[in-house]
Every structure is written in structure tokens, then in C-alpha cells.
């Protein structure tokens, strides 16, 4: 049940970075702190809705777009325009959850090959890993940027396993992201979902073949596997 | 370019019914009524996600099931399973936005023939339109509970062409829903966004043929066209 994989690809967002804290730039530019989660799931909405019609769009640019509504009734502190692009790289700006940083390197030390592929830019991968010290112990950042489709679309989880030389079965996506560990599943790669605060894994979504509570609990569970 | 179509579909929730209106239920159990927003936009994230991997879930589920997360944190005034199913049930218990009953009328009253085509259920739907005494206006409720897929999958709106006996050519989908335009845009259908608050319209999206600002302002321009 958790034999060890010969790769691990992460998702990003949300499963290495705290998105909490973007409530934190919210309310910077004078906005409600809140509007951050309504915001996060109106930017997967949209980029869901162009991978179920065969479209995609750069994640900034969804993010972008949707902030143009949320904080017109929103008396901001700084021009429009700045404000968006303050909140848009915010994402590149996040702390890692705690676990993250001992987790990677455990899971490296274990002999497991790691990757991280998001719906969002490299760049930001990098941003957020970088000031950790572990951007190093990964063979490559993937982006849905550059495959056929964003996740969960079958195509950007196939494209990474071919991308990393890897067959699918021998691949374990890796996120808090319940959509995330069906769509992988559904393009045959093993699957772990990482759920930090005992949340309720939703029945219409293929369950994860592994649950952990963090990375460091991952790398346990795969080097005793 | 207002010429008028054989059939109009309406998209329900938030294109008929004012979802703002949510939020006073979560502050009836004792939640934060900005929850609504993010539970809203979640429930379509999830079901758009299924949608992405050829699957599909009821409306009721996916909104009952993210109940248990955003709830977690709250005190609740009423057991949680009790505050669930009236949250769910809030989709069926709104108001309509004040253009819609003399909107429909109106649209009626010049030849269109009208029908609604809901990601939720036929009878939130008619709950919804009862009321205001304008069910009898339609010729149908459909629901994608009887589609191969959710909106904005392609299949949605060429199911519910088929259903009505109309080319999709004939057919126009009216909504508030960026993504929705978009996707009945992809089936072939002709398209009208309402934009009641002169929104931004996500460039991402394929741009409505028409946009109004109101059910009454669609059947002027169509009477005029």
C-alpha cells in the first residue's frame, strides 16, 4: 500500500506553500481578508471550465482577470492595477507549510526522485522553494503552461510522467487537493492525498491511494514501506 | 446581430436566482456570510474538475460535501448535518432578481420560446420560478443531472438542443456566467451574458454575441432585432 514510488511529483500551491497567508495581502491593499479563498477557488473554476472545453490560460491572467470584479466595491489603498499585480504574484510570496522543507529532504534521503508540477508558473515554484534551501533536491518544476491541459485533465499528468522518462504507475502525485489526486488517478498514477487539518475527503472524487497528515509523514511511510 | 433566436435557455443559479442571498443563511446557522461566495465558486471548481475527467456528481453532493470543511471551523447554532441541508436547500429558497419575472414576460410576449438548462436540479428550478408565477412560460427545466456532462461541457448544451427539437444554431444560451457563455459558444450555440453590474467580461472566455443588462433589456433588443 505504500511501496515506494520511483518518483513523486508535488503539487504547489496550497500543498507546499500556506495560501492562508494571502489573506494577509488582502487586506494590505484594503481589501477583506476573506475575499482570498472565495478568490483561489474562482481562479481553479475558471481554469477548470477552459480544461473542460479543450482551452487553457495562464494562470496569472485567470487570477488577474478575476480580481477586476472581486475588488471593484473594494475602497483600495493603491491603484487597481497595482493592487492586482501585488496580489497575483502573492503567490509567489507565500511561506511553506512547516513540514515541507524536513519532508522534501527526508523523502530525497529516502532515494525518492522528486518533481512538482502546477497549474501555475515555474517561476513561482522556484519563488517559493528557493528561500527554503530545498529547490535543489528536485529533477524538474513542471508547468501545465507547457502541457496539453491543466490538472486534473489526463493529458498534464501523462505529459509529466513522459516529461520525467517515468511510466504513470511508477509516478505518486502529491497534494492537499482533493480534484488533484482523482484526476491523477484517473490518468493512472499512484496517489497520496496530504491532509494537514483532518478535513472530509469528498465521496464524488476517486479517493487517494495513500492519506498522510504531512510530507515528513510521507517520507516515514514510504522509507518503512 | 440581436436577430432573434428560435429558443432561448436560461442558466438558473445566479442568472435567475440572486445567489447574494446565500449569505443570510450562513449567518442564520452562525457562519460568516462571506462563506457563501467561496462555497459557491467551490462547488463549481469540484464540479467542473469532474466535468474535466468525464465525471459527474449531483449539484446537492458536491455543495453538501464541502459544507464539512468550510463548516469545520465555526460554532455552530444547530446540529451540522441539520445546518447542511438548509444551506442546500438556500439554492431553492432565494428571490429572483427583480428583471426576471417581467424579463420572461416580456420574452414570451414576442414569440420566444423559453426553456432553463441548471448545473443544479429541475426542482430547485421550479421552487425558484413557482413563486413568481412564470413556470408556466417554459417549455422545459432541464437539468444536466440527465446530461452526458455538467455545463460547460460541450455535451450539456447539445443534450439539451436535442431535447428541445432545436438546432443549436437556433439556440440561445443566456447567463451571467462568463464560463457558461463560453462553453454553449463551443457547442454552437448563440450566446447573451447578462451583466446586471457592468462586470468585466475574462478575456480568457470566448465573448458573448450579445450582452445585456438586464431580462428586460434581452427582450427589447430581441423585439427590436
Do not use: I, Q
Not at 475588488?71 to 491603484?79: G, H, I, K, N, Y
Not at 529516502?110 to 501555475?120: M, Q, Y
Not at 535543489?136 to 516529461?163: C, I, M, N, Q
Request: glycine share 10%.
Amino acid at each position: 500500500m505504500s511501496e515506494r514510488p520511483e518518483m513523486v511529483v508535488l503539487d504547489v500551491n496550497e500543498t507546499l506553500s500556506d495560501t492562508s497567508a494571502l489573506a494577509g495581502r488582502f487586506e494590505e491593499v484594503g481589501a477583506p481578508g476573506h475575499l482570498a479563498a472565495t478568490w483561489f477557488a474562482a481562479v481553479l473554476r475558471d481554469g477548470f471550465a477552459l480544461t473542460a472545453t479543450g482551452g487553457s490560460a495562464p494562470f496569472a491572467t485567470v487570477a488577474a482577470a478575476l480580481l477586476d470584479d472581486l475588488l471593484a466595491p473594494v475602497r483600495l489603498t493603491r491603484p487597481v492595477e497595482e493592487a492586482k499585480a501585488f496580489l497575483v504574484e502573492g503567490f509567489a510570496g507565500l511561506p511553506l507549510h512547516p513540514d515541507v522543507a524536513p519532508g522534501l529532504t527526508d523523502l530525497a534521503a529516502a532515494g525518492v526522485r522528486l518533481v512538482t508540477l502546477t497549474n501555475g508558473a515555474v517561476a513561482t515554484t522556484t519563488a517559493l522553494l528557493a528561500p527554503a534551501g530545498v529547490d535543489g533536491l528536485f529533477e524538474h518544476h513542471l508547468s501545465v503552461a507547457d502541457a496539453p491541459t491543466w490538472k486534473p485533465g489526463a493529458g498534464s499528468y501523462r505529459w509529466a510522467a513522459e516529461r520525467c522518462g517515468v511510466a504513470a504507475a511508477d509516478l505518486m502525485l502529491v497534494a492537499v487537493h482533493p480534484w488533484d489526486v482523482h484526476g491523477a488517478r484517473g490518468a493512472g498514477l499512484r496517489t497520496c492525498w496530504v491532509d494537514r487539518d483532518a478535513r472530509t475527503y469528498p465521496s464524488y472524487f476517486t479517493p487517494p491511494g495513500l492519506r498522510v497528515s504531512s510530507l515528513t509523514d510521507l517520507a516515514r511511510r514510504l522509507a518503512a514501506g
